[in-house]
């Protein structure tokens, strides 16, 4: 069994309204270095594959057809344990 | 005319797209559970508003893979109406079958209110019983409904015609002030190329009766109607 970590983070560009309003509390509470948040999904993936290449195929492939919206979002697999 | 209404797990509106059909237009309506994966007798079909799946991961993300929604894309190349209201229009997105995808509203906010949209295009089945410019009233109900797609796809969209509703001032400004979710371009509702699949934030079923504080929603459905009867002679 493989572990795979996705990170699916909005494409540059595109309006992040969840990412501003954090970053204008940052800035409240005084982090008034910060300029910019942008805010992305981490989903840990369990699965069974024949090779660590099989794996990085299996979740490259649910990543752009379910995990990330290729229209407004970036993603990007690693696999993290297994054997 | 028999109208299939789709029912997802989480699916809200679907109860009220029934009922306006068969008891205020009068004609046929089928509740049609997602796990269903044949529509062929119907004449239109309904992707009803809700929050399908809980809207887990994405709205519309999880119910584009419901064995029906093979079916609606049949249905749809054949030529069939459809039409997706607000989590409805969310799941053709995710499905592809319209172009583009939902962000989280401008200001973060779940907006419940009543909204001013611009008829911009009257020769399709769901619009061909509007004035050319019409503005209508209409409720929308939504947190995910802030439309984007990138700068190729908008191009394509306005030369195309297939932006059919604007959200703008009672006058029928489309200005960034009377836009309640910063869609691009104030978009509230599109149409595929093909000119069979229309998708909306803002729900007509919720505005079909005087009753309720407007007729402006009946216009779509009795569109429908009346295309397919145009169609059938």
């Given at each position: 069994m493989y572990k795979v970590d996705v990170f699916v983070v909005l494409k540059p560009g595109v309006l992040d309204p969840k990412g501003e309003a954090v970053k204008k509390s940052l800035n409240v509470m005084g982090?008034?270095?910060?300029n910019e948040v942008r805010i992305g999904k981490f989903i840990e993936v369990w699965l069974d594959a024949e090779s660590r290449e099989d794996a990085l195929r299996q979740a490259e492939k649910m990543s752009k057809e379910l995990l990330a919206n290729p229209v407004i979002e970036d993603y990007r697999v690693k696999i993290v344990e297994g054997e | 005319m028999r109208f299939g209404i789709v029912v997802f797990p989480g699916s809200n509106c679907d109860a009220d797209c029934y009922y306006v059909i068969k008891d205020v237009m009068h004609e046929e309506a089928f509740y049609v559970w997602h796990k269903e994966r044949d529509l062929s007798s119907f004449d239109a079909v309904i992707l009803p508003g809700g929050f399908s799946y809980g809207d887990y991961l994405r709205a519309g993300a999880i119910a584009?893979?419901?064995?029906v929604m093979s079916a609606v894309k049949e249905f749809a190349d054949k030529g069939g109406l459809v039409i997706g209201i607000c989590n409805g229009f969310q799941i053709l997105l995710e499905a592809g079958l319209l172009p583009g995808a939902m962000l989280r509203n401008k200001s973060l906010k779940f907006i419940c209110d009543q909204v001013h949209l611009k008829v911009s295009r009257t020769d399709t089945p769901f619009t061909h019983l509007f004035s050319e410019g019409e503005v209508i009233k209409i409720p929308i109900a939504h947190g995910e409904g802030n439309y984007y797609c990138d700068p190729e796809t908008l191009e394509s969209l306005k030369s195309n015609r297939q932006i059919i509703f604007t959200y703008s001032s009672p006058e029928g400004l489309e200005d960034e002030e009377y836009n309640p979710n910063g869609s691009i371009a104030n978009i509230a509702g599109i149409i595929n190329k093909k000119g069979n699949v229309l998708g909306m934030m803002p729900h007509p079923e919720r505005c079909s009766e005087a009753v309720l504080g407007g007729t402006d929603g009946f216009k779509v459905f009795a569109s429908m109607i009346n295309w397919a009867k145009e169609a059938s002679r």
């Open positions: 982090y008034e270095g910060v | 584009r893979f419901s064995p």
